[in-house]
Each structure stands twice: as structure tokens, then as C-alpha cells.
């Protein structure tokens, strides 16, 4: 894997990391929960064919200033600041979780800004059904299994980089939990039902079968209150962060749809 | 020195078997296990000690606040602490405290304060905690990303709604009030004294030093344990240029006295293993949230007691052994003359001027508490007086009007007193 490009955008005077690889037309990718400590095998596949551009949101790896944003409409601006200044002008996006959250709620808040739209598997919505768990009242080191159908691949992704401190990139990682937990505290209801209908463009929303964060039938969910014409795709064998579990699978997914 | 007599009003009545059959004693404690009719009698039984404290001549009767805790039944100190201001007349009132920023506004902290302060002729000792994770973060909701953030204004808020002579708005990050006006303000001027208790953080301890706050560190882990963050506390202090006062800071220690060695052996036993088996049985889900400790906090390596309680029990699988409660001193156990010379070393290699004496603990039932109280006040007390007091002003402790000045309730529930 060759290492993507970086610049930085500023939001709210904080630096925001943006990571960038391949060519052709742009397609923006918000990361979940965790954010990106590194390059990804599916963003690789994706940069087979597009021009991955990757910002980092305010308080996940490569990016300050999540202290700022207390109130759900600060956090959209700052997606929305992010995002322009990274270059997204009517071009696709693709979020996933925590970033799905932020994705869907860009394309509903700015419409002009998103021509395609791919969820895989956001919150924002609250199903009292199937509560999701509480993501930071578990048991000391059981995100992998929570959040993986490959729960190693998610240690690797957690994993300190080459040459960074064990202490300090334990903070990073905090913050990053600190962030998700502070957009989402306590039920993950950040209430996008209320603008869900505001996303007009096509979205694919796309469900890890596995996952044991948010089931399956919250796409329908998202299907339901979507006002553009969305598709869904269950992929098998993958969990919550279902890129990070089935790289391939889902990258074709999302370049059927992007076609 | 003072000497003040501290109640954590724990639930008695922790079956045998609660570390193997219930995950927690926090958070998501089993409601079955509460009986209310239980919790009648007790709530009547600890008031009577905290009375009784107050009527053997402790400083003071200190309360505090807890949700949703199997050791703590006080989610409203307040509460307790207005009835105490009725039934005594001298000892201070310190509540320690309210977490500031669960109240919405927290003006209700203010008013209630103010009460309380009005009510007891200005006794009350004001403590703010930020509250511990289980408290704030799980048991009522509040992020962990915003809580300091939030603790922080409230308590200006709170105290600018004691000391703003005028009606004021204010605009804050977390709170707008257009008219902030209580009615009553507080007896005691310009306000209360405050208290911090708090865990071993650099900020708290700069904060406390530049608002004149005493910090007071509440140890589960008697004083060794305690001593490393008391150390910390006063480097910290002498690097911000501030005095040795003693009286800065307060600590808690849990306290048993008999007539021998061996006879508080006998009596303490069970009362502290209950405290240390099943009151400290936390679920490490509930002890770190993100964003709780700051990241400087991070860095410092700074843990929390609950945290290391419930790492210990994942490590040793259950509570410390009554051999390592003595050993360790998160009991002081002894005769009169041994608890005086252990409590003396305390105070002279921490600095402290406010101990706390936590003399009810666990399963303990009245009868001892009040055992253990009284043979404290009786003989354990008067070696202590004076402590400090020759060289250093308190300028930390309640200003209440002049003992002639003060109401007095009319007797009992009588005719003829409510006549």
C-alpha cells in the first residue's frame, strides 16, 4: 500500500488532516467510529478507480477541535466546513458509521453538496426495539468483537502506527471515543429523523448482516425516511464497520451504485 | 484541626452472595434488592448517628451525593442536610456535595444551598464535586465530553447568583437565563465556604488554588494510599507560591475504636469486609467513559479509586481481606490512645487540618456507629484538639450568626408546640 497524499483544512481555526489517493473523479469517504488511524484495504480498492479524498473529523486521528462542537447543528457545521474545504462540490460521499451520521446529515442540511450519497450503517436514528448497546459502558477492551465480524482487523486498524508512543497513542484513540461519545452521548439518537427527508440524492445504504451495533433492520429504517431514491444491500460476513470486515464486497457495492 | 464525622448512608443489606451473583453495585445495581420499609429505618437510623455526631461535639456531620449506588443513599444530600439543620445547633453542615452539573438550571444548587444556609443560621460547608462517572455520566445522562466543561460554568453561575447583589442575566455556553434572582441568598458573605473533593488531577488542585477552595481527597484506601496524591497536592501548592495551610485541604479516613486492639478487631471485621467485599463491587464498564479525565489527567497516569477498586477485583477476582484492610490502613482499628497516635501521623505527614472520620461503614448498624462515635468523641478527640491551630488560621469554616442571634425549633411534635 502506498501512502495517500495530506493536506490539512481548517475548521473552526483547528486542523483537520485530509488523506487523498488515486485518480479520476472524486469520492469522499467519512470514516466510523475510530476514525482513521491509517489507510484501509477497501479505501485501496476504492483508489483502484477513484479519487479517494479521506478528512478526518473534528477529534478523530488527524483532526482537533471536537471540544468545540456541543449541539448537533455546531457538529454539521463543521462536516459542512470540512467537506467544502476539502474540496466536495456536488461529488459523491460515502460515510460510515459515526461519519455516516455526519454524511447523511450534510446531504440533508446542504443538498447541492452530495450528487450520491452511500451509508454504511450510520446512527442517528433510534429504534426502541433494538436500543443499540452502549458503546462506552463495556467491558475494557470488547470494542473488536462489538464493532468486527474480523475483530483483529479492527485491532490492527487501533494499532499504534510505527513510531508512535504507546501512552500517547492511547489518548488519540480516547479522543476518538471521546468524539463519537460526545456527537452521540448516551442512545445515538442525534434526532436525524426529524431531517432524514431532506436527503434527496440516491443513497445506497449498505448493513453489515452481522452487525451487533446497530441491526440490519435499521437500514430499512434509514430507507424509509429518505426522500431520494435509495437501495439497500446487506453484506454478508461483515459487522459494524462492514468496510474495515469485507473491503471487496463492499467496494463493489459501492462502485455499482456510483456506476 | 477539625474533626468532622462523614456519612456515605450505604444500603445494609447486600446479600452474601452480591459480588457472584449481581455485576454491580452501581448504575445498574438490582432494583430488587432495595426494600424500601429497609431504607425507612435506615435513613432514620444514620440521621440519629449524624445527630449524634453532632450532639458528642464533632465540627461537623458531612453528607454527600451518590445515584443509583447500593453505598450510597443520598441522590439528595440536600435533603438529609436541611433535616440535620433542624434537629443540631452548632456542628457545620458540609455537604460534599452537589455534582453541579446535573441540576438544569443550576440555580436549583444555589437556592438549595441558600436554604440550607438560612435554615442552619450559616453552618453549611458548600462541596462541589464534578461526581464520578457512575454518578454523572451513567446514572443521569450526562456526556463526558461536556461535563467538566459544564461543572465549571455552573459553578460560576452558582456562585454569581450568591453574590450579584443585582438581578443579573446570563449568557453561558450551557445555560442562558435572562433573570437570575434567588430568593433566599445565602446567610453566610460573600458565600458559603466551598469545598473540592476530587480525585488526584493537576487541574483540580490549580483550580482549588486559585479560587481559595479546600481540596479535599476522599479515600476508600486510608492514608497511605492516599498520601502520594496529598503529597502531589501540596508540591503542586508550594509550586503556585501558596502556604502550608493546613486547613486547605481535607482528607477522609474510615475509623474504628474499641476499648482494646482486639475487641475493635472483633467488632470491625464484618462492617469493613461488607464495605470492601460488596460496596466496592463497581463494573469496570462504568468507571472510565471517554473524555472523563482530561488528557493531561491521561498523561499523569492519574486513575481513579473506583477504577482501581474494580481493576483490582478483575485482577484478584473480589474485594480486599480484612489482613490487607489492616495492613494497609483503609481501616485505622485500635484502642482510643492507638486510633489518636495513627490519626496524629495522618494529619502531621499529610497536612491536613479537616479530617473526615468515616465511623459508620458498611453492614455497620447503630448501636456500633454510635459505640464508635462516642469512645472517638470521648477519648480520641480531646488528642487531637489544638492540632494546627497554634499556627495557622481556618479561614476555610462556616461564619454562623452569634449563638443568641440564632432560631431554635420549638420542641418535638407536641400540641402545645404547635401552638
Known amino acids: 500500500m502506498s501512502a495517500p497524499a495530506e493536506r490539512t483544512v481548517e475548521v473552526n481555526g483547528f486542523p483537520c488532516r485530509i488523506w487523498e489517493k488515486g485518480s479520476g473523479d472524486p469520492l469522499f469517504y467519512l470514516a466510523g467510529l475510530s476514525g482513521l488511524p491509517r489507510w484501509t484495504p477497501f479505501l485501496d480498492r476504492l483508489a483502484e478507480r477513484r479519487c479517494v479524498v479521506a478528512p478526518s473529523i473534528p477529534g478523530f486521528p488527524g483532526a482537533a477541535g471536537h471540544d468545540r462542537l456541543d449541539q448537533p447543528l455546531d457538529w454539521v457545521a463543521a462536516v459542512l466546513d470540512l467537506l467544502e474545504g476539502a474540496g466536495l462540490a456536488g461529488g459523491d460521499l460515502i460515510g460510515a458509521s459515526v461519519g455516516g451520521t455526519l454524511a447523511a446529515e450534510a446531504a440533508a442540511m446542504a443538498p447541492g453538496l452530495v450528487k450520491r450519497l452511500v451509508l454504511i450503517a450510520p446512527f442517528g436514528l433510534y429504534d426502541k426495539s433494538f436500543p443499540p448497546p452502549d458503546l462506552w459502558g463495556q467491558k475494557p477492551g470488547s470494542w473488536p468483537q462489538l464493532l468486527a465480524s474480523r475483530p483483529e482487523a479492527y485491532s490492527e486498524l487501533v494499532a499504534p502506527p510505527e513510531g508512535a508512543a504507546a501512552g500517547e497513542w492511547s489518548i488519540v484513540m480516547t479522543r476518538a471515543s471521546e468524539a463519537s461519545a460526545r456527537l452521540l452521548w448516551p442512545l445515538t439518537d442525534t434526532r436525524l429523523a426529524r431531517r432524514l427527508h431532506r436527503v434527496r440524492c440516491p443513497t445506497l445504504i449498505l448493513w453489515g448482516a452481522e452487525d451487533k451495533v446497530l441491526p440490519p433492520s435499521y437500514a430499512e429504517r434509514f430507507a424509509a425516511g429518505i426522500k431520494g431514491k435509495s437501495t439497500m444491500r446487506i453484506i454478508p460476513k461483515a459487522g459494524h464497520l462492514a468496510d474495515l470486515d469485507a473491503p471487496g464486497a463492499v467496494a463493489e457495492a459501492v462502485f455499482e451504485a456510483l456506476r | ?419
Not at chain 2, 123 to 145: E, H, K, W
Not at chain 2, 207 to 222: K, N, Q
Not at chain 2, 238 to 248: F, S, V
Open chain 2, 1 to 419: 484541626m477539625k474533626l468532622l464525622w462523614f456519612h456515605l448512608m450505604p444500603y445494609t443489606r447486600l446479600p452474601e452472595d452480591f459480588r457472584e451473583r449481581h455485576n454491580s453495585v452501581w448504575v445498574d445495581i438490582d432494583r430488587k434488592l432495595l426494600d424500601p420499609a429497609v431504607a425507612h429505618r435506615l435513613y432514620n437510623e444514620f440521621m440519629d448517628e449524624l445527630e449524634y455526631a453532632a450532639a458528642m461535639g464533632f465540627d461537623a456531620i458531612c453528607v454527600n451525593e451518590h445515584h443509583a449506588n447500593g453505598y450510597g443513599l443520598m441522590p439528595s444530600p440536600n435533603l438529609i442536610a436541611s433535616a440535620l439543620a433542624r434537629r443540631t445547633s452548632d456542628a457545620a453542615i458540609c455537604v460534599l456535595g452537589n455534582s453541579l452539573a446535573l441540576y438544569n438550571p443550576p440555580t436549583r444548587v444555589a437556592e438549595e444551598m441558600a436554604m440550607i444556609d438560612c435554615i442552619s443560621g450559616g453552618r453549611l460547608i458548600a462541596g462541589f464535586p464534578v461526581g464520578t462517572p457512575m454518578d454523572t455520566c451513567y446514572a443521569y445522562g450526562q456526556n463526558p465530553s461536556m461535563l467538566r466543561a459544564r461543572y465549571l460554568e455552573a459553578h460560576d453561575l452558582v456562585v454569581q447568583a450568591w453574590t450579584n447583589p443585582e438581578t443579573f442575566a446570563f449568557n453561558g455556553r450551557f445555560n442562558q437565563l435572562r433573570y437570575v434572582n434567588i430568593w433566599p441568598h445565602p446567610l453566610q458573605k460573600p458565600h458559603p465556604p466551598i469545598w473540592i473533593p476530587g480525585g488526584g488531577s493537576v487541574e483540580t488542585w490549580q483550580w482549588c488554588a486559585e479560587m481559595d477552595y479546600v481540596y479535599c481527597y476522599l479515600s476508600y484506601f486510608g492514608y497511605k494510599a492516599g498520601r502520594e496524591t496529598m503529597m502531589g497536592f501540596w508540591r503542586e501548592m508550594e509550586r503556585l507560591g501558596k502556604d502550608r495551610n493546613p486547613y486547605r485541604a481535607g482528607f477522609l479516613q474510615f475509623v474504628g475504636v474499641a476499648e482494646s486492639r482486639e475487641e475493635a478487631m472483633r467488632l470491625y471485621k464484618e462492617p469493613a469486609e461488607y464495605f470492601y467485599g460488596r460496596c466496592l463491587h463497581v463494573d469496570s464498564r462504568y468507571v472510565n467513559p471517554p473524555g472523563y479525565n482530561s488528557e493531561a489527567t491521561q498523561r499523569a497516569k492519574v486513575t481513579s479509586q473506583v477504577a482501581l477498586a474494580s481493576q483490582r477485583a478483575q485482577t484478584f477476582g473480589g474485594g480486599a481481606s480484612w489482613d490487607e484492610i489492616l495492613a494497609k490502613g483503609f481501616v485505622i482499628i485500635g484502642s482510643p490512645d492507638e486510633v489518636a497516635e495513627q490519626l496524629k501521623t495522618v494529619a502531621a505527614d499529610l497536612n491536613v487540618g479537616h479530617l473526615m472520620l468515616l465511623m459508620q461503614f458498611g453492614s455497620m448498624e447503630r448501636d456500633l456507629a454510635s459505640y464508635n462515635t462516642r469512645l472517638f468523641a470521648e477519648r480520641v478527640m480531646p488528642q487531637l484538639r489544638g492540632l494546627f491551630d497554634d499556627r495557622w488560621e481556618n479561614r476555610w469554616w462556616p461564619k454562623p450568626l452569634p449563638k443568641a442571634a440564632r432560631a431554635a425549633p420549638a420542641p418535638g411534635e407536641t400540641r402545645e408546640a404547635a401552638e
